[in-house]
């Protein structure tokens, strides 16, 4: 069981895979607003399924990578 919380897990992890671009454009590839993303990273509002799948998408990785279950890319 991974007792870190998925709004810091997410916050790191989106950080540490962010493509050397911007939350704006990080946003506008998985459809959401900037304000939105942001959000996201903040842990103030969690994603939902098809928010993560987008960013899994974007970022190459799986699901569990995101939620922090595993450090398989």
Known sequence: MVSRSLPWT?????????????QAQTAKAIDV????????????NLPGLDNLCALADHFD????????????R
């Open 10 to 22: 997410f916050r790191k992890d989106c950080e540490s895979l962010e493509k050397k671009e911007t």
């Open 33 to 44: 607003t900037d304000r939105q993303y942001q959000r996201f990273e903040a842990g103030e």
């Open 61 to 72: 990785v799986g699901l569990d990578y995101l939620a922090g279950r595993t450090d398989e």
